[in-house]
C-alpha cells in the first residue's frame, strides 16, 4: 500500500503466516483485514481467501490485494489497463470531495480543509462517479468496480496532505499533494485460490468448524472509522453530513468495543468464544488496553492457547508524546485450538 495504516501486519506476515501453516481443506478468513497484507500472503499461499472488515474501504483495499485476474477480466475494455487508462481520462467534477476537502470548502462551511488540491479533489470526484457510471450500466462487474475503487483510493492517498491518517489534514502543502493524481493499475496474479469479501461486524461473520480465522482487532483507543474516513467515502460513493474543521463523516454508529480499555477484554473473550472455527489466531500488543496475561488466562477457558512473540514493530507516531513514548512496540500471536464444547457452544 501508498500509505500508513495504524497496526499493519505487513513487516510481520512470513512470521503469521508460519504459525498458520498451510491450506488445510477450509478457508482462511482475515475477519479485521485492515489493509489485506495478512490476506495476501494467505492467498500466496494457496488458501481459499474471505477478507472482511466494518470499514468498506478496508475490505475493498483487501479484496483488490487478493484478486486475480480471472476473477476481473474487464471484457468491455479488452484488459484491465485499458479500464484503468479510460478512467484517468474521466472529466473532473466539482463534487463532494471538491466541496468538503478542498480549499473550495471555505466557501460552503467557513473552513479551508487542504486535505487535497482542487484539481486533484475534482479528479477523484471525477473518477469516482465514472466508475459508479460503468457500474450501473453494467460495464464493469461487481468485482471490477471493486478494484478501481480500490485503485482510486491509493491514488488518492499518494496525493493526500496528511500525517499518515485522515484525522486532521496539514496546513502547508507537501509536495507529494502538489502531484496531478493519476491512476496506476497494479500487478495482478493471473490466478489465485477463491476469494471472497464481506463487509460486516466481526461477529457476524459467516465460518465454519473447518476454517482458520485471524483476528487482528484494534488494540488502543484511535477509532479506524474516523481515521479513515473520507477513504470510507470514497469507497461508498457517498456524501454524508460531516462535522467538524476536519469534516469527519459519522462514525460512532460503528465505533469498536475494542478500541475502549473499559471493554476491550469482555469483547476480545466474547469473540473468540462465538466464532464457530476451530482454529483462531489473534494478534495483539505490549502496547494494548487489555494486559498479555490476562489476555491468555481469558482464553485458557476456549482451548488449548499457544502465544508467540513475534518481532516489534515501529510505534505509530502521530505527534511528539507518542513519539518519545518509545519507537518499538511488541507484537504477539495468540493461537487458540478450540476444544469440542467451546466449538459446539459457538456454532
Avoid at 512470521?15 to 482475515?30: C, E, N, S, T
Avoid at 476469494?195 to 482487532?217: A, G
Avoid at 476456549?302 to 513519539?323: E, F, M, Q, W
Amino acid at each position: 500500500m501508498s500509505f500508513r495504516y495504524i497496526g499493519s501486519k505487513a513487516r510481520l506476515v512470513e512470521a503469521i503466516l508460519g504459525h498458520v501453516g498451510k491450506p488445510d481443506g477450509g478457508k482462511f478468513i482475515d475477519a479485521f483485514c485492515g489493509t489485506g497484507s495478512v490476506a495476501e500472503a494467505a492467498a500466496n499461499a494457496g488458501w481459499p481467501v474471505l477478507v472482511n472488515d466494518h470499514l468498506a474501504s478496508s475490505a475493498i483495499m483487501s479484496l483488490a490485494r487478493v484478486t486475480s485476474r480471472k476473477q476481473v477480466p474487464f471484457k468491455e475494455f479488452g484488459s484491465y489497463e485499458a479500464a484503468v487508462a479510460a478512467l484517468n481520462l474521466a472529466e473532473p467534477i466539482a463534487g463532494f470531495i471538491w466541496r468538503e476537502y478542498s480549499p473550495a470548502s471555505a466557501s460552503y462551511c467557513a473552513t479551508e480543509r487542504k486535505y487535497f488540491t482542487e484539481d486533484n479533489a475534482q479528479k477523484i470526484d471525477g473518477i469516482r462517479q465514472q466508475i459508479s457510471t460503468w457500474s450501473y450500466e453494467g460495464v464493469v462487474t461487481e468485482s471490477e468496480a471493486y478494484l478501481l475503487i480500490a485503485d482510486l483510493m491509493r491514488a488518492a492517498n499518494r496525493v493526500a496532505n496528511t500525517a499518515g491518517t485522515y484525522g486532521c489534514f496539514l496546513s502547508k502543502w507537501q509536495r507529494q499533494s502538489l502531484a496531478t493524481l493519476v491512476l496506476a493499475p497494479r500487478l495482478i496474479t493471473d490466478q489465485a485460490p477463491a476469494v471472497q469479501m464481506s463487509n460486516r461486524d466481526v461477529l457476524d461473520v459467516e465460518c465454519t468448524l473447518n476454517d482458520t480465522v485471524y483476528l487482528d482487532p484494534p488494540y488502543t483507543k484511535r477509532q479506524y472509522a474516523a481515521y479513515y474516513h473520507i477513504l470510507e467515502t470514497i469507497a461508498l460513493g457517498d456524501e454524508p453530513e460531516v462535522q467538524g474543521v476536519c469534516g469527519i463523516r459519522p462514525w460512532k454508529h460503528i465505533a469498536s468495543d475494542y478500541c475502549y480499555k473499559v471493554r476491550a477484554a469482555a469483547a476480545l473473550e466474547k469473540l473468540v468464544a462465538t466464532i464457530p472455527a476451530r482454529r483462531v489466531f489473534l494478534s495483539y500488543s505490549t502496547e494494548a488496553h487489555v494486559p498479555l496475561d490476562v489476555l491468555s488466562e481469558a482464553l485458557q477457558s476456549l482451548g488449548t492457547v499457544v502465544r508467540h512473540d513475534l518481532d516489534a514493530v515501529g510505534r505509530y507516531r502521530p505527534n511528539r508524546v507518542a513519539s518519545e513514548g518509545g519507537s518499538k512496540v511488541g507484537e504477539v500471536l495468540f493461537y487458540v485450538e478450540k476444544n469440542a464444547q467451546a466449538s459446539r457452544e459457538a456454532a
